[in-house]
């Protein structure tokens, strides 16, 4: 009787513990787009939709949402070596989580960024680059740019079908 009063113990105490390293774990899956920062122009303050999930503080990715093209700017004075383009998949189960204690720049391995890239440009080594996208389906992106052996990334929204900005802010409230 004890040692099954011990196990029934020990089962609920397992059962009812709070672990964030699951949530953590999911919260760094490479596909997930939890949020976007729109942004109309370079010099323009984004509008948060949602709660990205980026490592952006390095770069400027606009406008976004995208309409047949972005630009990608390094915020310093540093070369962009590569640039993959990655679909995502939208989702909202990560509002609370603070994507700053859970991402950092060496977070994903070079062959899982270039693994499901739909574009890439490689050896680019440039301050700008202006991407094209008018080939890809409206949807959320991921794209991740290596400056100095490190990724940074940021979610877009390829507009391609006209989708405004408010129509993205919608969704993610």
Known sequence: MRYSLLL??????????????????????????TGVQLVQSGGSPPVVAGNPNVVSQNILIFPNPAI??????????????????????????????????????????????????VLSFPNTNTSNLLVDVSNLDSG??????????????DNIFVANNNESPQEIIDFWD
């Open 8 to 33: 029934s113990f020990l089962f609920l105490c397992i059962a009812c513990g709070n672990d964030d390293s699951d949530t953590n774990a999911n919260a760094q899956n490479i596909q997930w787009v």
């Open 68 to 117: 047949r093209n972005f630009f990608v700017e390094t915020s310093l004075s540093e070369t962009i070596s590569n640039v993959w383009i990655r679909p995502g998949i939208a989702t909202k189960s990560f509002d609370s989580v603070d994507f700053s204690e859970v991402l950092r720049p060496t977070l994903y391995e070079k062959s899982e960024i270039e693994a499901n890239a």
């Open 140 to 153: 959320y992106y991921r794209v991740f740019v290596e400056i100095n052996g490190e990724f940074y990334w």
